[in-house]
């Protein structure tokens, strides 16, 4: 009976060990594992229509796959306010939502950790539902710089409608200023490279067509012409003396 329970002692210890050793593993393969930034990626803000079903859209970046371990809690701090309320929480596959009145029975999970998605719904948004809304996601071992955060505005169906005009009256706008700058800016510089061929052209022809200007000829006068040009063969006929037969005759 003694060796009996020396044996079952035995192996409790051995088990013990070996568990221990199991744990002290995964200890050190947590801190001895690569550790990275988890970045979490939400809109800055959103408006939705009162009595409406609103998206809160979150996703995240992590290089390491996601598992058991991937929890995902969302908090709400309403405006005015300078503390938040967690209002829902993911771990497991399994949804946990606190009591916080104005979210109960209207949040659903809309995600895919499998996707690095960690977005919900929440049904029926009233305007106790404007605030901020905060996405925290937790991969281990990688570490949460910064939370998304979310701001949500509620409006009604008719001041919707006003801010959407708004906004393509300002677009369009926008869009036919720039383009009006645009043609003005064109025909600037085609009009200045135009101008600036003619004169060059121009100038060029005036240059072609002026006359080139030659040495002034130098005429001799009267007194040289009479000394320097030689008597012609009609001036000595006529200077000579007659002859003494015509004078008989």
């Known amino acids: 009976m003694a060796e009996a329970v020396g044996a079952l002692a035995l ?8 568990w221990l ?5 995964a200890m050190l393969g947590l801190l001895t594992a690569r550790v990275s930034t988890l970045e979490v990626h939400t809109p800055k803000e959103i408006f939705v229509v009162n009595g409406t079903q609103g998206k809160l859209t979150c996703t995240f970046d992590s290089p390491n796959t996601t ?10 701090q309403p405006d005015g306010t300078d503390s938040a309320v967690s209002f829902f929480h ?6 946990y939502i606190g009591d916080y009145p104005p979210f109960k029975d209207r949040v659903t999970w809309a995600g895919d950790l499998d996707k690095k998605d960690a977005s ?8 106790v539902h404007n605030g901020t809304y905060i996405c925290d996601v937790k991969n281990p071992p990688d570490i949460v710089v910064r939370p998304g955060h979310i701001r949500l505005h509620v409006v009604e169906i008719d001041n919707l409608l006003v801010f959407l005009v ?6 369009v706008t926008a869009v036919v ?17 135009k101008h600036a061929k003619r004169n060059y052209t121009g100038c060029s022809t005036s240059e072609r067509l002026s006359p080139v200007k030659q040495a002034p000829r130098k005429y001799p006068s009267n007194t040289e012409g009479l ?14 003396p007659e002859s003494p037969e015509s004078t008989s005759v």
Do not use: C, D, M
């Open 11 to 18: 192996i409790v210890a051995s088990a013990r060990r070996r």
């Open 67 to 76: 598992g058991w371990l991937t929890t995902v809690s969302w908090s709400f």
């Open 227 to 240: 000394v320097k040009s030689p008597p012609s063969a009609g001036s000595h006929q006529a200077a000579a």
């Open 120 to 127: 919900i719904n929440i049904e029926n948004i009233q305007a």
């Open 90 to 95: 993911y771990s497991q596959g399994q949804v």
């Open 177 to 193: 200023l720039g383009l009006t700058l645009l043609i003005s800016l064109v025909l600037v510089v085609l009009y200045r490279r």
């Open 166 to 171: 708004w906004v393509v009256v300002g677009t």
């Open 21 to 25: 050793w199991s744990v002290l593993a």
